[in-house]
Protein backbone atom coordinates (compact mmCIF):
# COMPACT_ATOMS: atom_id res chain seq x y z
CA UNK A 1 0.00 0.00 0.00
CA UNK A 2 1.17 3.28 -0.68
CA UNK A 3 2.05 6.28 1.67
CA UNK A 4 -0.32 8.21 -0.18
CA UNK A 5 -3.10 5.29 0.12
CA UNK A 6 -2.72 5.85 3.86
CA UNK A 7 -2.66 8.98 4.33
CA UNK A 8 -6.04 9.19 2.55
CA UNK A 9 -7.06 6.36 4.62
CA UNK A 10 -6.19 7.86 8.01
CA UNK A 11 -7.56 11.46 7.07
CA UNK A 12 -10.84 9.04 6.06
CA UNK A 13 -11.08 7.28 9.71
CA UNK A 14 -10.34 10.38 11.40
CA UNK A 15 -12.94 12.31 9.73
CA UNK A 16 -15.44 9.39 10.43
CA UNK A 17 -14.74 9.19 14.11
CA UNK A 18 -16.00 12.98 14.81
CA UNK A 19 -19.69 13.23 13.61
CA UNK A 20 -21.47 16.35 13.30
CA UNK A 21 -25.45 15.98 12.50
CA UNK A 22 -24.37 18.12 8.50
CA UNK A 23 -22.24 15.56 8.39
CA UNK A 24 -24.30 12.94 8.73
CA UNK A 25 -26.63 13.91 6.29
CA UNK A 26 -23.92 14.53 3.91
CA UNK A 27 -22.67 10.61 4.15
CA UNK A 28 -26.43 9.55 4.43
CA UNK A 29 -27.15 11.26 0.96
CA UNK A 30 -24.77 8.93 -0.34
CA UNK A 31 -24.76 6.05 1.68
CA UNK A 32 -28.17 5.32 2.96
CA UNK A 33 -29.46 2.00 1.50
CA UNK A 34 -33.28 3.40 0.76
CA UNK A 35 -32.46 6.38 -0.84
CA UNK A 36 -30.09 4.49 -3.17
CA UNK A 37 -33.33 2.49 -4.44
CA UNK A 38 -34.74 5.61 -4.94
CA UNK A 39 -31.85 6.51 -7.26
CA UNK A 40 -32.21 3.26 -9.00
CA UNK A 41 -35.81 4.13 -9.97
CA UNK A 42 -34.81 7.14 -11.96
CA UNK A 43 -32.51 4.77 -14.22
CA UNK A 44 -35.62 3.64 -16.24
CA UNK A 45 -36.56 7.49 -16.66
CA UNK A 46 -34.08 7.27 -20.19
CA UNK A 47 -35.22 4.35 -21.30
CA UNK A 48 -38.81 4.67 -20.58
CA UNK A 49 -38.41 7.83 -22.78
CA UNK A 50 -37.09 5.95 -25.55
CA UNK A 51 -39.46 3.40 -25.44
CA UNK A 52 -42.50 5.96 -25.76
CA UNK A 53 -41.09 7.37 -28.65
CA UNK A 54 -40.32 3.89 -30.42
CA UNK A 55 -44.27 3.74 -30.48
CA UNK A 56 -44.02 5.73 -32.91
CA UNK A 57 -41.47 3.74 -34.85
CA UNK A 58 -42.29 1.09 -37.05
CA UNK A 59 -41.55 -2.50 -36.25
CA UNK A 60 -38.80 -4.53 -38.17
CA UNK A 61 -38.68 -8.13 -38.24
CA UNK A 62 -36.04 -9.86 -39.80
CA UNK A 63 -35.96 -14.11 -40.07
CA UNK A 64 -33.92 -16.46 -41.62
CA UNK A 65 -34.81 -20.15 -41.76
CA UNK A 66 -33.33 -23.41 -43.06
CA UNK A 67 -35.15 -27.19 -42.27
CA UNK A 68 -34.23 -30.39 -44.10
CA UNK A 69 -37.19 -33.43 -44.23
CA UNK A 70 -36.35 -36.76 -44.93
CA UNK A 71 -39.54 -39.20 -46.42
CA UNK A 72 -40.01 -42.87 -47.03
CA UNK A 73 -43.07 -44.15 -48.01
CA UNK A 74 -43.43 -47.76 -48.68
CA UNK A 75 -47.09 -48.42 -49.36
CA UNK A 76 -49.50 -46.64 -51.78
CA UNK A 77 -53.48 -47.05 -52.57
CA UNK A 78 -55.47 -48.72 -55.00
CA UNK A 79 -57.88 -47.69 -57.27
CA UNK A 80 -60.23 -49.77 -55.50
CA UNK A 81 -59.26 -48.30 -51.92
CA UNK A 82 -56.89 -51.25 -50.98
CA UNK A 83 -53.62 -50.81 -49.55
CA UNK A 84 -50.78 -52.32 -51.27
CA UNK A 85 -46.81 -52.03 -51.24
CA UNK A 86 -43.52 -50.89 -53.01
CA UNK A 87 -42.07 -52.12 -55.23
CA UNK A 88 -44.85 -52.47 -57.98
CA UNK A 89 -44.91 -52.82 -61.96
CA UNK A 90 -46.84 -50.77 -63.84
CA UNK A 91 -47.83 -51.57 -67.53
CA UNK A 92 -48.23 -47.82 -69.11
CA UNK A 93 -49.77 -47.07 -73.08
CA UNK A 94 -48.66 -44.29 -74.44
CA UNK A 95 -50.01 -42.46 -77.31
CA UNK A 96 -48.78 -40.74 -80.85
CA UNK A 97 -49.69 -38.69 -83.72
CA UNK A 98 -49.32 -40.65 -86.75
CA UNK A 99 -48.48 -39.23 -90.64
CA UNK A 100 -52.00 -38.00 -91.12
CA UNK A 101 -52.57 -36.16 -87.59
CA UNK A 102 -54.51 -39.02 -85.86
CA UNK A 103 -54.10 -39.81 -82.28
CA UNK A 104 -52.90 -43.55 -82.16
CA UNK A 105 -52.05 -46.15 -79.12
CA UNK A 106 -48.78 -47.42 -79.47
CA UNK A 107 -49.00 -51.14 -79.74
CA UNK A 108 -46.28 -52.12 -77.41
CA UNK A 109 -46.98 -50.98 -73.93
CA UNK A 110 -44.24 -49.34 -71.87
CA UNK A 111 -43.14 -51.13 -68.61
CA UNK A 112 -42.16 -49.27 -65.25
CA UNK A 113 -40.62 -50.74 -62.24
CA UNK A 114 -41.63 -48.35 -58.88
CA UNK A 115 -39.40 -48.76 -56.40
CA UNK A 116 -40.15 -47.90 -52.57
CA UNK A 117 -40.21 -43.33 -52.63
CA UNK A 118 -37.99 -41.88 -50.65
CA UNK A 119 -35.46 -38.91 -49.87
CA UNK A 120 -34.40 -36.18 -48.88
CA UNK A 121 -35.62 -32.37 -49.64
CA UNK A 122 -34.25 -29.02 -48.07
CA UNK A 123 -34.82 -25.55 -47.92
CA UNK A 124 -33.96 -22.00 -47.18
CA UNK A 125 -35.69 -18.91 -46.42
CA UNK A 126 -35.45 -15.05 -45.81
CA UNK A 127 -37.70 -12.86 -45.14
CA UNK A 128 -37.93 -9.07 -43.80
CA UNK A 129 -41.64 -7.75 -42.38
CA UNK A 130 -42.19 -3.66 -41.43
CA UNK A 131 -45.40 -3.00 -39.43
CA UNK A 132 -46.56 0.60 -38.80
CA UNK A 133 -49.15 2.31 -37.04
CA UNK A 134 -50.16 5.22 -38.82
CA UNK A 135 -53.16 5.65 -36.50
CA UNK A 136 -54.23 5.06 -32.95
CA UNK A 137 -56.36 7.08 -31.69
CA UNK A 138 -53.72 8.90 -29.36
CA UNK A 139 -52.78 6.31 -27.69
CA UNK A 140 -49.55 6.76 -28.59
CA UNK A 141 -48.91 10.62 -28.25
CA UNK A 142 -50.72 10.21 -24.51
CA UNK A 143 -48.60 7.52 -23.55
CA UNK A 144 -45.56 9.52 -24.58
CA UNK A 145 -47.07 12.74 -22.55
CA UNK A 146 -47.48 10.40 -19.65
CA UNK A 147 -44.35 8.42 -19.80
CA UNK A 148 -42.55 12.41 -19.23
CA UNK A 149 -44.95 12.76 -16.56
CA UNK A 150 -44.06 9.55 -14.91
CA UNK A 151 -40.51 10.24 -15.18
CA UNK A 152 -41.30 13.77 -13.59
CA UNK A 153 -43.00 11.63 -10.96
CA UNK A 154 -39.78 9.35 -10.03
CA UNK A 155 -37.21 12.46 -9.25
CA UNK A 156 -40.28 13.83 -7.10
CA UNK A 157 -39.96 11.28 -5.63
CA UNK A 158 -35.97 10.81 -5.50
CA UNK A 159 -36.55 14.24 -3.55
CA UNK A 160 -39.21 13.18 -0.76
CA UNK A 161 -36.96 10.19 -0.20
CA UNK A 162 -34.18 13.15 0.66
CA UNK A 163 -36.49 14.65 2.90
CA UNK A 164 -37.70 11.89 4.39
CA UNK A 165 -33.90 10.19 4.99
CA UNK A 166 -33.17 13.37 6.47
CA UNK A 167 -35.57 13.47 9.07
CA UNK A 168 -34.65 9.97 10.12
CA UNK A 169 -30.84 10.70 9.94
CA UNK A 170 -32.17 13.82 12.32
CA UNK A 171 -34.01 11.65 14.53
CA UNK A 172 -31.64 8.97 14.72
CA UNK A 173 -28.87 11.07 15.63
CA UNK A 174 -30.63 13.11 18.07
CA UNK A 175 -31.39 10.49 19.79
CA UNK A 176 -27.43 9.10 19.75
CA UNK A 177 -26.65 12.40 21.23
CA UNK A 178 -29.65 12.14 23.75
CA UNK A 179 -28.37 9.04 24.59
CA UNK A 180 -24.97 9.74 25.35
CA UNK A 181 -25.39 12.71 27.32
CA UNK A 182 -27.84 10.84 29.53
CA UNK A 183 -24.89 8.10 30.47
CA UNK A 184 -22.80 11.21 30.76
CA UNK A 185 -25.31 12.15 33.58
CA UNK A 186 -25.59 8.61 34.84
CA UNK A 187 -21.68 8.32 35.16
CA UNK A 188 -21.70 11.97 36.94
CA UNK A 189 -24.61 10.98 39.12
CA UNK A 190 -22.13 7.35 39.96
CA UNK A 191 -19.57 9.66 40.97
CA UNK A 192 -21.33 12.17 43.28
CA UNK A 193 -23.31 9.25 44.74
CA UNK A 194 -19.31 8.12 45.50
CA UNK A 195 -18.65 11.10 47.22
CA UNK A 196 -21.50 11.09 49.37
CA UNK A 197 -20.99 7.50 50.31
CA UNK A 198 -17.82 9.15 51.51
CA UNK A 199 -18.91 11.93 53.56
CA UNK A 200 -21.73 9.34 54.92
CA UNK A 201 -18.41 7.49 56.09
CA UNK A 202 -16.56 9.97 57.09
CA UNK A 203 -19.76 11.62 59.46
CA UNK A 204 -20.37 8.26 60.70
CA UNK A 205 -17.13 7.89 62.14
CA UNK A 206 -17.56 11.15 64.00
CA UNK A 207 -20.77 9.80 65.28
CA UNK A 208 -23.04 13.02 63.41
CA UNK A 209 -24.88 10.10 61.21
CA UNK A 210 -26.09 6.16 61.88
CA UNK A 211 -25.09 3.02 60.38
CA UNK A 212 -28.80 3.68 58.77
CA UNK A 213 -27.00 7.01 56.62
CA UNK A 214 -24.12 5.03 55.45
CA UNK A 215 -25.97 2.11 54.28
CA UNK A 216 -28.37 4.66 52.02
CA UNK A 217 -25.78 6.05 50.59
CA UNK A 218 -24.34 2.25 49.66
CA UNK A 219 -27.95 1.82 48.21
CA UNK A 220 -27.96 4.66 46.12
CA UNK A 221 -24.81 4.23 44.61
CA UNK A 222 -25.56 0.90 43.27
CA UNK A 223 -28.58 2.12 41.97
CA UNK A 224 -26.77 4.78 40.27
CA UNK A 225 -24.34 2.12 38.81
CA UNK A 226 -27.63 0.02 37.51
CA UNK A 227 -28.65 3.26 35.73
CA UNK A 228 -25.72 3.86 34.00
CA UNK A 229 -24.91 0.07 33.04
CA UNK A 230 -28.23 0.58 31.23
CA UNK A 231 -27.62 4.22 29.71
CA UNK A 232 -24.48 2.40 28.46
CA UNK A 233 -26.39 -0.72 26.58
CA UNK A 234 -29.19 2.72 25.25
CA UNK A 235 -26.26 4.93 23.93
CA UNK A 236 -24.56 1.71 21.77
CA UNK A 237 -28.11 0.93 20.31
CA UNK A 238 -28.68 4.58 19.50
CA UNK A 239 -25.13 4.57 17.97
CA UNK A 240 -25.74 1.53 15.74
CA UNK A 241 -29.34 3.10 14.62
CA UNK A 242 -27.99 6.02 13.58
CA UNK A 243 -25.03 4.23 11.14
CA UNK A 244 -27.75 1.96 9.74
CA UNK A 245 -30.07 5.35 8.88
CA UNK A 246 -26.58 6.80 7.90
CA UNK A 247 -25.79 3.45 5.32
CA UNK A 248 -22.75 2.96 7.54
CA UNK A 249 -21.88 -0.53 9.08
CA UNK A 250 -23.33 -1.14 12.47
CA UNK A 251 -20.16 -1.72 14.25
CA UNK A 252 -18.77 2.15 13.34
CA UNK A 253 -17.46 4.28 16.09
CA UNK A 254 -18.23 7.92 16.09
CA UNK A 255 -17.31 10.50 18.72
CA UNK A 256 -20.63 13.11 18.44
CA UNK A 257 -20.10 16.93 18.29
CA UNK A 258 -23.58 17.69 19.64
CA UNK A 259 -26.48 19.45 19.05
CA UNK A 260 -26.21 23.26 18.40
CA UNK A 261 -28.19 25.38 20.97
CA UNK A 262 -32.15 26.34 20.37
CA UNK A 263 -32.63 29.24 18.61
CA UNK A 264 -36.07 31.85 18.44
CA UNK A 265 -37.19 30.42 14.63
CA UNK A 266 -37.87 33.56 12.55
CA UNK A 267 -40.12 31.85 9.61
CA UNK A 268 -43.42 33.23 9.13
CA UNK A 269 -46.09 30.34 8.94
CA UNK A 270 -47.66 32.21 5.33
CA UNK A 271 -44.32 32.29 4.23
CA UNK A 272 -43.63 28.62 5.05
CA UNK A 273 -46.98 27.68 3.76
CA UNK A 274 -46.08 28.88 0.26
CA UNK A 275 -43.28 27.15 0.16
CA UNK A 276 -44.89 24.34 0.99
CA UNK A 277 -46.84 24.61 -1.34
CA UNK A 278 -44.94 25.07 -4.48
CA UNK A 279 -41.70 21.88 -2.76
CA UNK A 280 -43.39 19.65 -1.09
CA UNK A 281 -42.87 16.53 -3.30
CA UNK A 282 -46.00 15.23 -2.60
CA UNK A 283 -48.53 17.25 -3.81
CA UNK A 284 -46.18 17.25 -6.94
CA UNK A 285 -46.28 13.25 -7.44
CA UNK A 286 -50.08 13.81 -6.69
CA UNK A 287 -50.31 17.03 -9.43
CA UNK A 288 -48.31 14.52 -11.93
CA UNK A 289 -50.48 11.41 -11.17
CA UNK A 290 -54.10 13.59 -11.91
CA UNK A 291 -52.03 14.74 -15.36
CA UNK A 292 -51.47 11.18 -15.92
CA UNK A 293 -55.01 9.57 -15.34
CA UNK A 294 -56.03 12.28 -17.59
CA UNK A 295 -54.21 11.03 -20.41
CA UNK A 296 -54.93 8.04 -19.39
CA UNK A 297 -59.00 8.93 -19.84
CA UNK A 298 -58.51 10.64 -23.05
CA UNK A 299 -56.58 7.69 -24.70
CA UNK A 300 -59.20 5.28 -23.80
CA UNK A 301 -61.41 7.83 -25.12
CA UNK A 302 -59.33 6.89 -28.59
CA UNK A 303 -60.63 3.38 -28.55
CA UNK A 304 -63.71 4.29 -29.98
CA UNK A 305 -61.78 5.80 -33.17
CA UNK A 306 -60.52 2.81 -36.09
CA UNK A 307 -56.54 2.59 -36.55
CA UNK A 308 -54.71 2.18 -39.62
CA UNK A 309 -51.66 0.25 -39.82
CA UNK A 310 -49.29 -0.35 -42.84
CA UNK A 311 -47.35 -3.54 -43.53
CA UNK A 312 -44.41 -4.34 -45.82
CA UNK A 313 -43.07 -7.86 -46.33
CA UNK A 314 -40.73 -9.25 -48.48
CA UNK A 315 -39.47 -12.93 -48.31
CA UNK A 316 -36.88 -14.72 -50.58
CA UNK A 317 -36.99 -19.15 -50.54
CA UNK A 318 -35.53 -21.88 -52.11
CA UNK A 319 -35.75 -25.88 -51.97
CA UNK A 320 -33.42 -28.18 -52.97
CA UNK A 321 -32.27 -31.82 -52.51
CA UNK A 322 -30.07 -33.59 -50.16
CA UNK A 323 -26.76 -33.24 -52.30
CA UNK A 324 -27.65 -29.47 -52.55
CA UNK A 325 -26.87 -27.50 -49.71
CA UNK A 326 -28.69 -24.73 -47.76
CA UNK A 327 -28.68 -20.41 -49.58
CA UNK A 328 -28.06 -17.08 -47.61
CA UNK A 329 -29.14 -15.93 -51.24
CA UNK A 330 -32.93 -17.55 -52.13
CA UNK A 331 -34.12 -17.37 -55.70
CA UNK A 332 -37.82 -16.94 -55.50
CA UNK A 333 -39.36 -13.58 -54.29
CA UNK A 334 -42.50 -12.75 -52.47
CA UNK A 335 -43.26 -9.41 -51.40
CA UNK A 336 -46.86 -7.82 -50.32
CA UNK A 337 -47.69 -4.41 -49.31
CA UNK A 338 -50.80 -3.84 -47.39
CA UNK A 339 -52.67 -1.10 -45.45
CA UNK A 340 -55.29 -2.08 -42.79
CA UNK A 341 -58.33 -0.41 -41.50
CA UNK A 342 -59.57 -1.48 -38.20
CA UNK A 343 -62.82 -0.09 -36.41
CA UNK A 344 -64.55 -1.62 -33.45
CA UNK A 345 -67.95 -0.94 -33.58
CA UNK A 346 -69.48 -2.52 -30.57
CA UNK A 347 -67.28 -4.30 -27.90
CA UNK A 348 -69.78 -5.45 -25.62
CA UNK A 349 -69.69 -1.85 -23.60
CA UNK A 350 -66.09 -2.87 -22.39
CA UNK A 351 -64.95 0.80 -23.41
CA UNK A 352 -67.61 2.55 -21.70
CA UNK A 353 -66.45 0.52 -18.65
CA UNK A 354 -62.80 1.78 -19.31
CA UNK A 355 -63.65 5.39 -19.56
CA UNK A 356 -65.58 5.47 -16.00
CA UNK A 357 -63.43 3.81 -14.64
CA UNK A 358 -60.83 5.99 -15.67
CA UNK A 359 -63.23 9.08 -15.05
CA UNK A 360 -63.41 7.94 -11.25
CA UNK A 361 -60.05 7.56 -10.55
CA UNK A 362 -59.03 11.07 -11.89
CA UNK A 363 -61.94 12.58 -9.63
CA UNK A 364 -60.66 10.70 -6.39
CA UNK A 365 -57.02 11.80 -6.98
CA UNK A 366 -58.66 15.68 -7.26
CA UNK A 367 -60.07 14.96 -4.17
CA UNK A 368 -56.81 13.15 -2.71
CA UNK A 369 -55.15 15.86 -3.76
CA UNK A 370 -57.49 18.55 -2.21
CA UNK A 371 -57.55 16.60 1.02
CA UNK A 372 -53.54 16.81 1.17
CA UNK A 373 -53.02 20.86 0.26
CA UNK A 374 -55.65 21.73 3.25
CA UNK A 375 -53.80 19.01 5.58
CA UNK A 376 -50.23 20.97 4.37
CA UNK A 377 -51.44 23.98 6.26
CA UNK A 378 -51.98 22.20 9.24
CA UNK A 379 -48.93 20.65 9.15
CA UNK A 380 -46.92 23.30 8.63
CA UNK A 381 -48.62 25.17 11.28
CA UNK A 382 -48.42 22.50 13.43
CA UNK A 383 -44.82 22.24 13.48
CA UNK A 384 -44.05 25.53 13.40
CA UNK A 385 -46.03 26.12 16.77
CA UNK A 386 -44.14 22.80 18.09
CA UNK A 387 -40.80 24.66 17.49
CA UNK A 388 -41.63 27.59 18.96
CA UNK A 389 -42.78 26.00 22.02
CA UNK A 390 -39.63 23.87 22.56
CA UNK A 391 -37.30 27.01 22.09
CA UNK A 392 -39.38 28.31 24.87
CA UNK A 393 -39.13 25.35 26.86
CA UNK A 394 -35.35 25.26 26.36
CA UNK A 395 -34.83 28.71 27.86
CA UNK A 396 -36.94 27.69 30.90
CA UNK A 397 -35.55 24.05 31.04
CA UNK A 398 -31.42 25.43 31.15
CA UNK A 399 -32.43 28.06 33.92
CA UNK A 400 -33.98 25.30 36.05
CA UNK A 401 -31.10 23.04 35.16
CA UNK A 402 -28.56 25.60 36.65
CA UNK A 403 -30.95 26.09 40.06
CA UNK A 404 -31.00 22.63 40.74
CA UNK A 405 -26.80 22.15 40.04
CA UNK A 406 -26.61 25.16 42.23
CA UNK A 407 -29.24 23.52 44.63
CA UNK A 408 -27.43 20.37 44.80
CA UNK A 409 -23.86 21.93 45.64
CA UNK A 410 -25.47 23.86 48.17
CA UNK A 411 -27.25 20.86 50.17
CA UNK A 412 -24.22 18.69 49.67
CA UNK A 413 -22.09 21.51 51.41
CA UNK A 414 -24.77 21.45 54.05
CA UNK A 415 -24.46 17.64 54.45
CA UNK A 416 -20.49 17.77 54.58
CA UNK A 417 -20.94 20.75 57.44
CA UNK A 418 -23.91 18.35 58.86
CA UNK A 419 -26.62 20.72 58.78
CA UNK A 420 -28.68 18.50 56.10
CA UNK A 421 -29.73 15.04 55.86
CA UNK A 422 -29.22 12.52 53.56
CA UNK A 423 -33.40 12.73 52.19
CA UNK A 424 -32.12 16.08 51.88
CA UNK A 425 -29.53 15.52 49.76
CA UNK A 426 -31.31 12.24 47.55
CA UNK A 427 -34.06 15.36 46.97
CA UNK A 428 -31.67 17.50 45.03
CA UNK A 429 -29.99 14.79 43.71
CA UNK A 430 -32.87 13.86 41.97
CA UNK A 431 -34.38 17.53 41.42
CA UNK A 432 -30.59 17.77 39.19
CA UNK A 433 -30.99 14.83 37.58
CA UNK A 434 -34.43 15.54 36.75
CA UNK A 435 -33.58 19.12 34.93
CA UNK A 436 -30.77 17.74 33.36
CA UNK A 437 -32.88 15.27 31.63
CA UNK A 438 -34.91 17.44 31.01
CA UNK A 439 -32.70 19.81 29.30
CA UNK A 440 -30.99 17.25 26.70
CA UNK A 441 -34.50 15.75 25.89
CA UNK A 442 -35.92 19.32 24.84
CA UNK A 443 -32.52 20.44 23.06
CA UNK A 444 -32.75 16.80 20.79
CA UNK A 445 -36.84 17.41 20.45
CA UNK A 446 -36.05 20.79 19.47
CA UNK A 447 -33.89 19.38 16.25
CA UNK A 448 -35.93 16.26 15.88
CA UNK A 449 -39.20 19.42 15.47
CA UNK A 450 -37.07 21.00 13.11
CA UNK A 451 -36.90 17.99 10.93
CA UNK A 452 -40.41 17.95 11.01
CA UNK A 453 -40.99 21.23 9.85
CA UNK A 454 -38.54 20.76 6.98
CA UNK A 455 -40.44 17.77 5.80
CA UNK A 456 -43.44 19.54 6.45
CA UNK A 457 -42.48 22.13 4.53
CA UNK A 458 -40.50 19.88 1.70
CA UNK A 459 -37.30 21.79 1.45
CA UNK A 460 -34.27 21.81 4.05
CA UNK A 461 -34.20 24.92 6.75
CA UNK A 462 -31.31 24.58 8.58
CA UNK A 463 -28.59 26.81 8.86
CA UNK A 464 -31.76 29.27 6.62
CA UNK A 465 -32.06 31.86 9.63
Not at 189 to 198: D, F, K, M, P, T
Not at 234 to 258: W, Y
Not at 309 to 332: C, F, I, K
Request: hydrophobic content about 40%.
Amino acid sequence: MSILSIFTIGLYAADMDKMSLERCLELSAARNPELQKSALERRLNAPGARAAWGRFLPSVTLGYSIDQSQFYNPTYLNPDGSVATFPRLDTLTTTYIDSLGYVRVSPVPTVRWMQVPEGKRRSSALALRVDETLFDGGRNYYNLKSVVLANQMRDAQYRRSEMQVRAAVTRAYCNAVTAERQLALAQQAVNQRRLLLVLAKVRLETGSVTRRDVLQAEVELGRARSDSLEYTLAAKRAIEDLNLAVGLTVDTTHTLTGLEPAFDPPWDVRTLQELAFSHRQDIKTLDFRQQIQRNDLKSVHGDYLPTLTATLMHSRSEQSGASVGWTLDPRNRYTEVGLTATWLLFDRFTRSLQVEQARVNLNKSAIESSELKRALQRDVNAALERLQALYQQSIVSEQNARLAEQTLEFERERYRLGSATQIEVNAAQLSYLQSQTENISIAAEFHIALSDLEQAVGLPLRGQR
